[in-house]
């Protein structure tokens, strides 16, 4: 059975920093394209980030670029969020996904298994 676990939500102020980490079980972690999306209320869910399996390739959403950074330890099964500069409409759900594709994608119909989520609030 495969286990994602997302950590490092909370409240924080704009121009703040969090680093949101989420760890794998349960499968051969190191062949997953791992993504990261968000779901703000009322909202669809939206891509923010997504890295290959090797980390040497990345992708980023629009709104993001510039701000965070996607990251893995492959020894440890983690995938990692770095946010910086966090502002308001940051706010959502974070989840974090696991893809057997090779190259990082986009569209969350790529990913076979997510996690729980985990909150973050931006305070104006």
């Known amino acids: 059975q495969v286990q994602l676990v997302e950590s490092g939500g909370g409240l924080v102020q704009a121009g703040d920093s969090l680093k949101l980490s989420c760890t794998v079980s349960g499968r051969t972690f190191n062949t997953a394209t791992m993504g990261w999306f968000r779901q703000a209320p009322g909202k669809e869910r939206q891509f923010v980030s997504a890295i290959s399996w090797s980390g040497g390739s990345t992708l980023y959403g629009d709104s993001v670029k510039g701000r965070f950074t996607i990251s893995r330890d492959n020894a440890k099964a983690t995938v990692y969020l770095q946010m910086n500069s966090l502002k308001p409409e940051d706010t959502a759900v974070y989840y974090c996904?696991?893809?057997?594709?090779?190259?990082?994608?986009?569209?969350?119909?790529?990913?076979?298994?997510w996690g729980q989520g985990t909150q973050v609030t931006v305070s104006s």
């Open positions: 996904a696991a893809s057997s594709d090779t190259w990082p994608e986009k569209n969350s119909y790529e990913y076979d298994y």
